[in-house]
């Protein structure tokens, strides 16, 4: 019986996603494709490649790429501290890549109706907002992590 | 029954014979009276038709089996090999290829039953004249030489060890009869060693193995003729039991009795030795013509049971069967993963390494242990790598089979020859290798080489000549693919340069010729006038180079008009681990390759001239262009500019640059990681690598800045 009261409930998804700062705003990224997350690890630059790529890291042996979200969205350049952090995202059909954020805050939960889709009016940093949540009376831009990705290939 | 676990032994296997068939068909096609190949190809023929049999592929059978029909009266002498059957047997073997390709990629090998190639065998087998009987099988007569062993008992006669008798013995104390059982094997069997495993099942259902002659290693390594003796324990009766065995597929008989202990054995003796001249001869008549002296052979395991192994190890060289090499078939994943392990390994080493520095001076024995670490590591690396080696044969022996057929389509006399085929590479690159070969030979075939009427006007040899040579360079392995053409008209090259809009007229003049010819590299840049079937459709070159680049590698032309076009091919012996010259540029730390590098010079700043408003350094009567790696990798040096540069020569063919760095740090073995789709776009950077400290350095390509 409790099962199906809760199947019946969840028709209104679930989904977690990390809360991250960037500047003063708040970004979430479903949490099913981030792969971990780490402290700032010495980057390796790379020459001759676009500006939002920051260069490559040491993952436990494995070489992964690292890009700032900052620059991708226009959003000036990154001046890390001891609280930024390398997200490591893990899409199907995509390599593995790092990004680089501020800092890390919390995982929330957000139901989809608590979340807005955004307009088809994109300001330039909202390009790779795929939704607002609401949570705590703050509000969450949702990434469009595929979009990103799509275009940094 | 189940064969599918052979699915993948059966292709390699297939494909094997299949070349080899390939190779003494076109043998045949020179020399056509020659015993040798025509036994092979007879042999060959024989031997796919089995396994396809048994593999339950009918329609693969059937066509081999005709095309066996046709050898054996070739061998008999009742039919001469002319031009048409070749033709034929090219047909047939292409057919055949078929199947098997069809095969690796459904598990069935379809319908098409090749009934015109079927016809024209048997055409052939008919215009023989009085035909006689196509040539049958005798298996059943093995069966006869299983008679022979029925009066005696059935255990070889092999002195039982300890455990063996103990085991025996406890079969008995628990009530249980025990039993000799001697299994024939069908002597067309191919899979003997299956076979076996499958009878040993059927036994090991109801009863016990307690002794194996010969041995089960050996019987599961195939070491055995057409027969083996087991004695099994078992409550049951026997004639289930030997039901059961009879019930494998290809196996011809089973015979079995009591077995009375050590006497069981000394009387065993007579009535085996009696079987086994029997299953000799049977063989000799059936099988390959050997020149055999039959009584010698029934005399040896007559004298003794001790001599009767070696009679045995005899008669397999009478029977000109290959000895079984001492080789393992091994998936190249495992090596893959093995091979990333080794690649850890050194990594994980190479951070000792770098530890141990930081620990200071006093630590000797530290330091030895580590260097005996790194030699065995080194070691380790170096097996792998050539576990994972194989000759180029097995791509370029198709080769001369492709010439012949385009030398026959374009009328054209041609011949292809070939010089280190035994050249080995990395198992990944000669899979990889077999197309852009393929193209650069039919590349040389259709556009390189002038029409009979052409070449004698020019005094060349009617004939055409391709050569295809490799070598192993340093590091490197070399694949050369050259011909007595006319070479590359670098005229019309140009032409049609400035006509595609490539390049103005002005600058298509002032570019080199090398420069010219690189462009045939461009996609979809052909001069052929005409489109062929072949070639000339403006794909090719331009794939070849990017494969080849994939690779690793890299390619070059050199032509001269008139008298032909040299391809050469370099690529590396290895792709993952390579030795590298470790040095710094503003600060950040970059590897290049020790293969590309011939000399480190210190060069005064005033010894740096201008010419053409590029830099270059005069060395020992070479100028050599100067590549400022700081400026290259967008950082600033950190050097004094007035101090003397450390110059690190590289090269490339026969051309060299001087590469300026700020300082050497030492060699090192690396093992090179990919930079990943997202940031490969900068093609001077081949890779990345992890140093002993965790840090990345970036590796250089030099082939790129020369």
């Given at each position: 019986m409790a099962n199906e009261l809760s199947t019946n409930v969840n028709t209104n998804e679930l989904a977690q996603y990390i809360v991250i700062n960037i500047g003063e705003e708040q970004y979430g990224i479903d949490i099913k494709y981030i792969d971990n997350i780490v402290r700032l690890p010495q980057i390796t630059r790379v020459p001759k490649v676009p500006v939002h790529f920051l260069g490559v890291i040491n993952l436990r042996g494995e070489v992964i790429p690292v890009m700032s979200l900052r620059k991708k969205m226009d959003l000036g350049a990154d001046t890390p501290t001891k609280d930024t952090r390398i997200i490591i995202i893990k899409m199907a059909q995509y390599e593995a890549i790092g990004m680089m954020v501020d800092s890390v805050k919390e995982v929330v939960n957000l139901s989809s109706d608590q979340i807005e889709s955004t307009g088809s009016d994109k300001r330039d940093e909202a390009a790779y907002v795929r939704g607002i949540g609401k949570h705590d009376g703050g509000l969450i831009s949702l990434l469009d992590l595929e979009l990103i990705l799509q275009e940094i290939q | 029954m189940d064969v599918s676990q052979y699915l993948d032994i059966f292709l390699d296997e297939s494909k094997e014979h299949l070349q080899n068939l390939n190779t003494s068909v076109l043998n045949l096609e020179q020399d056509a009276e020659n015993p040798e190949t025509i036994g092979e190809i007879f042999r060959a023929a024989h031997t796919l038709k089995g396994m396809a049999g048994t593999m339950g592929f009918k329609r693969m059978q059937t066509l081999t089996h005709d095309m066996e029909n046709v050898f054996s009266e070739v061998r008999d002498g009742n039919l001469k090999i002319n031009a048409g059957m070749i033709d034929v047997l090219f047909h047939c073997l292409d057919a055949l290829e078929e199947y098997v390709s069809v095969i690796q990629e459904t598990s069935d090998e379809g319908d098409n039953d090749n009934e015109p190639i079927i016809k024209e065998l048997n055409d052939i087998l008919a215009s023989k004249g009085s035909a006689e009987e196509a040539k049958e099988e005798?298996?059943?007569?093995?069966s006869d030489a299983g008679k022979q062993a029925e009066s005696g008992s059935y255990w070889s006669g092999r002195e039982l060890t300890e455990e063996e008798t103990k085991a025996m013995e406890d079969a008995m104390l628990a009530n249980k009869k025990i039993y000799a059982v001697t299994v024939f094997v069908e002597e067309n069997c191919l899979l003997k060693a299956a076979r076996a495993f499958l009878v040993f099942k059927a036994i090991e259902e109801t009863a016990e193995i307690i002794a194996a002659d010969p041995s089960t290693q050996d019987i599961e390594d195939e070491k055995f003729e057409l027969q083996f003796s087991l004695i099994i324990s078992a409550e049951s009766e026997l004639e289930p039991i030997l039901d059961a065995i009879k019930g494998v597929s290809e196996i011809a008989d089973a015979k079995g009795g009591v077995f009375d202990g050590e006497a069981g054995s000394a009387a065993s003796a007579e009535p085996v030795t009696e079987a086994a001249p029997e299953v000799q001869k049977e063989e000799v008549k059936n099988d390959v013509p050997v020149p055999v002296t039959a009584p010698a052979k029934v005399e040896a395991p007559k004298k003794a049971e001790e001599k009767k192994a070696p009679a045995k190890a005899a008669q397999d060289k009478k029977n000109g069967k290959p000895a079984v090499g001492r080789s393992v078939r091994v998936d190249i994943e495992k090596l893959d993963s093995l091979m990333n392990l080794v690649s850890e390994l050194i990594i994980a080493k190479n951070s000792l390494v770098s530890s141990a520095t930081n620990a200071g001076e006093n630590s000797g024995a530290l330091h030895d242990q580590i260097e005996y670490l790194e030699s065995v590591t080194t070691n380790l690396h170096e097996s792998v790598m050539k576990v994972r080696m194989v000759p180029i044969e097995s791509v370029v022996s198709k080769f001369p089979r492709m010439i012949r057929d385009i030398s026959k389509q374009l009328n054209k006399p041609m011949e292809l020859f070939m010089s280190g085929e035994e050249t080995e590479l990395d198992r990944t690159v000669v899979d990889e290798i077999g197309d852009p070969l393929m193209h650069m030979l039919r590349n040389s075939a259709d556009h390189g080489l002038e029409m009979p009427d052409v070449r004698i006007a020019r005094g060349k040899p009617e004939s055409g000549s391709i050569f295809l040579d490799a070598y192993q360079d340093g590091n490197n392995v070399v694949i050369e693919v050259r011909d007595d053409g006319n070479g590359i008209d670098v005229n019309r090259v140009r032409e049609k340069a400035v006509e595609r809009g490539i390049m103005t007229e002005e600058q298509a003049n002032a570019a080199e010729d090398s420069d010219i010819i690189n462009l045939?590299?461009?996609?979809?840049f052909s001069t052929a006038k005409q489109v062929s079937d072949l070639s000339?459709?403006?794909?090719g070159l331009d794939v070849v180079k990017s494969k080849i680049e994939a690779l690793s590698g890299e390619v070059d032309v050199k032509t001269r008009l008139g008298e032909g076009t040299t391809f050469t091919i370099r690529l590396p012996l290895t792709l993952a681990i390579i030795q590298a010259l470790m040095v710094v540029v503003g600060g950040e730390k970059y590897a290049i390759a020790?293969?590309?590098?011939t000399t480190i010079e210190n060069i005064e700043p005033k010894d740096v001239k201008t010419v053409q408003s590029k830099e270059v350094i005069n060395l020992r009567g070479n100028v050599i262009p100067l590549v400022r790696l700081d400026e290259v990798l967008d950082i600033q040096s950190t050097r004094d500019p007035d101090s003397s540069m450390v110059v690190v020569i590289a090269k490339k063919g026969d051309k060299l640059a001087g590469l300026v760095v700020d300082e050497l740090i030492g060699q090192q073995e690396i093992v090179i990681k990919s930079l990943g789709?997202?940031?490969?776009?900068?093609?001077?950077?081949s890779g990345a690598t992890i140093l002993g400290d965790g840090e990345i350095a970036l590796i250089i390509d030099t082939n790129a800045l020369i």
């Open positions: - | 005798v298996a059943p007569e093995v045939l590299f461009l996609p979809s000339g459709r403006g794909v020790l293969s590309g590098i789709k997202y940031i490969n776009k900068c093609k001077f950077i």
